[in-house]
């Protein structure tokens, strides 16, 4: 006796029942396969039909002989003796390949009002445009194949017609190009399918595509920026640009108001290297390091040199450690211990912040979280006898900060850093109070206005300025490199 198994989700059959099958896996059929065989149904009845509706059939079989000699007969019914593809696409309620080809035209050529105008021809037909746009996306997959294969008619579902059209609106263009509508579109297709106005959804999705700004090649980017340099820089014709696998390698480069470190600059075009020696040049000669601290001396900035010959090795120095200068004795105190209740003083000790920071390097240490909230903390007093701080009242910051455990913790490392019995208290302030004191508040501002200042350093440089206008580029983000 023989028994005969059919499924569709082979992966669930159990190990020990396929090891005693003899298994046959049926492959869904070719469209070029299924309009064969339509077409000779068709000539058997004496019926005429054109390549268009042979291709909508097949492709709407979906690889089942079965569905496409159901739809034949659907369209037998429909047009009778003769069949044509727009008729069958109506029969079938799916757009006719001709006009999705007009629409990746639309697309390809720019022609917004184009595309909006073969939107409204569909939708006013009654067509479901959430399958519109599922078979706009395989044609523009269409145009990507053909324009890339020399012989694409075995990787599509094309016909003849269909390929010559498409042959010809492809060699408008490049394949970047279409990778990038191919991309697009496949994007914002579930946009359209899950939003609640689909027509909008989808003309708009379009009109984004067809009003693309132009790629710019690489090469001519390289050759506006050889011709920046020979204006501005005055080198008079550019040096030879570096070939080979290293020439197309690109490194980042860091542009920081403080410290700037010499990059390699080997493989660089000539553009490149003016740009990166004038973003290192300008930027620390007329913004200075701002002094973040009264007792921190800042580090003076490395220059660059003005022309870095490609095959030198560039060494950056090592950044010398700050020079901390010895804080001032602390102020008296009360011998009366401070209470959370206390009102606290207006002004904290301006000297405590550098003995604070180093306090809270020192937490960070064992407790990063604990750190990150003590950050929010104003310090009121910092020296050996007592250490005192104010938080924000009712805040998270003034919960998690008065823990037991977290105080235990902050008075271990206190008297560690003094090594004497230090008292650590907390009091409460308003949030207005303690804005703009704490060291997260003054961090943030420092680099803020390091940030402004490395800004307004590129936006004064000529080089930088004639990038932007020749690229038509613009600043976005300034790194500081800190």
């Given amino acids: 006796m023989k028994f005969i198994f059919a499924t569709t989700e082979v992966h669930k059959v159990?190990?020990?029942?396929?090891?005693?099958?003899?298994?046959?896996?049926?492959?869904?059929?070719?469209?070029?396969?299924?309009?064969?065989?339509?077409?000779?149904?068709?000539?058997?009845?004496n019926i005429q039909a054109d390549e268009a509706a042979l291709g909508l059939m097949a492709r709407e079989a979906a690889g089942s002989m079965r569905d496409a000699m159901s739809l034949l007969d659907q369209a037998i019914a429909w047009g009778g003796d003769k069949l044509l593809g727009e008729e069958i696409a109506r029969v079938l309620g799916i757009a006719g390949r001709s006009v999705l080809i007009e629409l990746g035209g639309a697309l390809v050529d720019g022609d917004g009002a184009r595309v909006l105008t073969l939107v409204a021809q569909l939708a006013d037909q009654g067509f479901d445009l959430v399958q519109v746009a599922r078979d706009t996306l395989e044609v523009l997959r269409d145009l990507v194949v053909v324009k890339v294969c020399k012989d694409p008619a075995s990787l599509t579902e094309l016909t003849g017609e269909e390929l010559t059209s498409v042959r010809a609106l492809v060699a408008k263009t490049t394949v970047e190009d279409l990778m990038r509508l191919h991309l697009g579109f496949s994007r914002g297709f579930d946009q359209v399918v899950h939003a609640p106005q689909q027509r909008s959804a989808l003309e708009m999705l379009l009109l984004r595509l067809a009003l693309r700004p132009p790629l710019l090649p690489v090469d001519d980017l390289i050759t506006r920026l050889d011709g920046i340099e020979r204006r501005l820089v005055g080198r008079g014709a550019a040096p030879p640009r570096a070939t080979g696998p290293r020439a197309s390698r690109s490194e980042p480069s860091v542009v920081s108001s403080t410290l700037h470190a010499v990059e390699p600059m080997e493989g660089r075009s000539a553009g490149s290297r003016a740009v990166a020696t004038a973003l290192a040049e300008p930027a620390a000669a007329r913004h200075p390091a701002p002094d973040l601290h009264p007792a921190v001396q800042p580090v003076p900035p490395l220059q660059a040199p003005d022309v870095i010959p490609d095959s030198a090795p560039i060494e950056s120095e090592a950044p010398t450690q700050p020079f901390v200068k010895p804080l001032p004795a602390p102020p008296a105190v009360s011998e009366r211990p401070v209470r959370a209740t206390d009102p606290a003083p207006t002004q904290p000790d301006p000297g405590a912040d550098v003995t604070w920071r180093a306090i809270l390097d020192a937490v960070r240490e064992r407790n990063a979280g604990l750190a990150s909230v003590l950050e929010h903390a104003v310090a009121l007093e910092v020296s050996p006898h007592a250490l005192r701080l104010a938080i924000e009242e009712g805040s998270f910051y003034a919960e998690r900060a008065r823990d037991d455990r977290a105080l235990d913790l902050l008075t271990r490392v206190v008297r560690d850093h003094f090594h004497a019995s230090t008292e650590v208290s907390f009091s409460l302030l308003d949030a207005a109070k303690t804005s703009g004191r704490t060291l997260y508040d003054k961090d943030e501002a420092d680099r803020v206005e390091r940030e402004e200042k490395a800004r307004a350093a590129l936006e004064q440089n000529k080089l930088v300025r004639a990038a932007v206008e020749a690229l038509g580029a613009r600043i976005q983000h300034v790194k500081t490199g800190e």
């Fill in 14 to 45: 159990p190990v020990t029942i396929l090891s005693r099958c003899q298994r046959y896996d049926f492959k869904l059929i070719s469209a070029a396969a299924i309009a064969k065989r339509i077409r000779f149904v068709l000539d058997q009845e």
